[in-house]
C-alpha cells in the first residue's frame, strides 16, 4: 500500500481535484485521508467536508444511472440469466415505491450494502429528486463520521481501511442472515 507520506504529498501536489476524483471511486479511506491532510493545515475541513459529499453523491448517481439505464441495454436472455423478471423488477419498484428512502439510508450507513441498493434504486425508476435527497441524508452524517476519524486518527489510514472493510463485510454477513430469516419465515407463513 502507498505510504502516508506520498499520498500527503500527491493530495499536496494536486489539490482538492485529486480528492474529488479520488473520492468518486473510493469514498471512505479517501474521507479519512483527506480529514488528516486537513488536520495538517493542508485544506480547511469544511471545505473539503462539501467536496467529499458532493463526490459522494456524484459516485452514487454513476451506480444508479447504471441501474436505471441498465436493464434496457440487457438482451432479454441476459436479463433471465441475471434473475431480472418482470415480475421482480415490479416488486423492486414496489419496495422503493414504499420503502424506498429508509432503504437508501440505511444502505449508505451500511457501506457494504450500499452499490447494490444503490443500482437497485435506479432500476427501480426512484425519482431522481427522492434519490438524491434520501441519498444526501445517509451521506451526511457518514462523510462526518469519517471525516472526524481521519481529523483525528488519520495517521492508521491502513489499520482504518482494513477495520473498514472488516466491518463492512460484517455488517453484509448479518444483513444477509437478517433477509434469509425473514425469506424463511414469510415463506413458512406462506404455506
Request: aromatic fraction near 12%; proline fraction near 3%.
Amino acid at each position: 500500500m502507498i505510504s502516508l507520506d506520498s499520498i500527503v504529498q500527491l493530495v499536496e501536489t494536486y489539490g482538492l481535484w485529486l480528492i474529488f476524483v479520488l473520492a468518486i471511486i473510493e469514498g471512505p479511506i479517501v474521507t479519512v485521508i483527506a480529514a488528516y491532510v486537513s488536520a495538517l493545515g493542508r485544506f480547511d475541513i469544511y471545505a473539503v467536508y462539501a467536496l467529499l459529499v458532493v463526490a459522494d453523491l456524484v459516485g452514487d448517481m454513476i451506480y444508479y444511472v447504471i441501474g436505471r439505464l441498465g436493464p434496457r441495454w440487457l438482451s432479454p436472455c441476459w436479463q433471465a440469466r441475471l434473475g431480472l423478471s418482470q415480475q421482480r423488477l415490479s416488486s423492486l419498484e414496489q419496495h422503493f415505491d414504499g420503502h424506498g428512502g429508509k432503504t437508501l439510508v440505511i444502505g449508505k450507513l451500511t457501506h457494504s450494502a450500499g452499490l447494490f441498493i444503490l443500482v437497485a434504486a435506479g432500476v427501480s425508476k426512484m425519482p431522481v429528486g427522492r434519490f438524491l435527497l434520501f441519498n444526501l441524508i445517509g451521506t451526511l452524517p457518514k462523510t462526518a463520521a469519517f471525516m472526524a476519524i481521519g481529523y483525528s486518527l488519520g495517521y492508521a489510514y491502513q489499520t482504518i481501511d482494513s477495520y473498514i472493510f472488516r466491518t463492512s463485510l460484517v455488517i453484509l454477513v448479518i444483513g444477509a442472515l437478517i433477509a434469509l430469516i425473514w425469506l424463511l419465515r414469510k415463506r413458512r407463513k406462506s404455506r
